[in-house]
C-alpha cells in the first residue's frame, strides 16, 4: 500500500526566503507525482505535475524535483511572498489511475 | 472552461441524519472521484467512476455511504446514517480520459463541501 509523508507539517518563514517543502513514497512504481495548493475553505489547485521519466518541472518561482527511485519529491519556492501562505500537498498516481496524499504542509509567509 | 462544481458548500447536520453532496464535473470528463478530507490531513479517496461505473470503491465505507453517476455526468454521495467522524470536506474531482499511456489524468478539484456532524 503505497504511503506518503510530507516534511514538515508546518512552516513559517519572512518573506523573501527560498524555501524547501519534501515529501516521501514508499512505492516507487509511481506514474506521477502532483503537487497541490490548498488555501483554507478553497479545493485544490494545481501547481506541478511531474511524469515518473520526468526528473523536475517548474513553473514560475516554483520548481519540483522527482528521484523516483528514492521515492522522494521536493519543492523549491523561490523568494516567497505572503500570497504564497497555503497548505501545499503532493500526491502520487498509481495503476488505476489511484491519488495517495500526504498530509500536507501549511506555509505562512510573514511579510 | 467550467470547473468543478459542488454544492451545498457547507452543511451542518446531527448524527443519525442523512446527507447528500451534489458534483458536476468539467464537460467531458469521463471519470469523476469522491475524496474525503479531515481536518489535518491529505484527501482520501472515496470511490471512482468511469462514465456510470464504479472503477474502485475499495475505501468507502458501504454501511453508510453511497454514491451514484447515473447518467455519467453528474453524481451524488450520501451518507445515512452519519456519524461524528464524518465530519470533513468532501472535495468531488474529475479527469479525462483518453487511454494514451503518457496521458497524465490530471485531476481538477472542485471547492468542496464542509460537513459538521453534531
Known amino acids: 500500500k503505497q504511503e506518503v509523508t510530507q516534511i514538515p507539517a508546518a512552516l513559517s518563514v519572512p518573506e523573501g526566503e527560498n524555501l524547501v517543502l519534501n515529501c516521501s513514497f514508499t512505492d516507487s512504481a509511481i506514474y506521477n507525482l502532483q503537487w497541490f495548493r490548498q488555501d483554507p475553505g478553497k479545493g485544490l489547485t494545481s501547481l506541478l505535475l511531474?511524469?515518473?521519466?520526468?526528473r523536475e518541472q517548474t513553473s514560475g518561482r516554483l520548481n519540483a524535483s522527482l528521484d523516483k527511485s528514492s521515492g522522494r519529491s521536493t519543492l523549491y519556492i523561490a523568494a516567497s511572498q505572503p500570497g504564497d501562505s497555503a497548505t501545499y500537498l503532493c500526491?502520487?498516481?498509481?495503476?488505476?489511475?489511484?491519488?495517495?496524499f500526504g498530509g500536507g504542509t501549511r506555509l505562512m509567509v510573514k511579510p | 472552461e467550467a470547473g468543478v462544481a459542488q454544492s451545498p458548500r457547507y452543511k451542518i447536520i446531527e448524527k443519525r441524519q442523512s446527507v447528500a453532496f451534489w458534483c458536476n464535473p468539467i464537460?467531458?470528463?469521463?471519470?469523476l472521484y469522491w475524496y474525503q478530507q479531515i481536518l489535518g490531513q491529505g484527501p482520501k479517496l472515496l470511490i471512482q467512476?468511469?462514465?456510470?461505473?464504479?472503477?474502485?470503491d475499495s475505501q468507502l465505507p458501504k454501511d453508510r455511504f453511497s454514491a451514484e453517476r447515473l447518467k455519467g455526468v453528474d453524481s451524488t454521495l450520501k451518507i445515512q446514517p452519519a456519524k461524528l467522524e464524518d465530519s470533513a470536506v468532501y472535495l468531488c474531482a474529475s479527469s479525462r480520459f483518453l487511454r494514451l499511456a503518457e496521458d497524465p489524468y490530471e485531476q481538477y478539484f472542485g471547492p468542496g463541501t464542509r460537513l459538521t456532524v453534531t
Open positions: 467512476f468511469q462514465n456510470n461505473g464504479v472503477v474502485d
Open positions: 511531474i511524469q515518473s521519466s520526468q
Open positions: 500526491a502520487v498516481r498509481n495503476a488505476g489511475n489511484m491519488l495517495t
Open positions: 464537460s467531458g470528463h469521463a471519470t
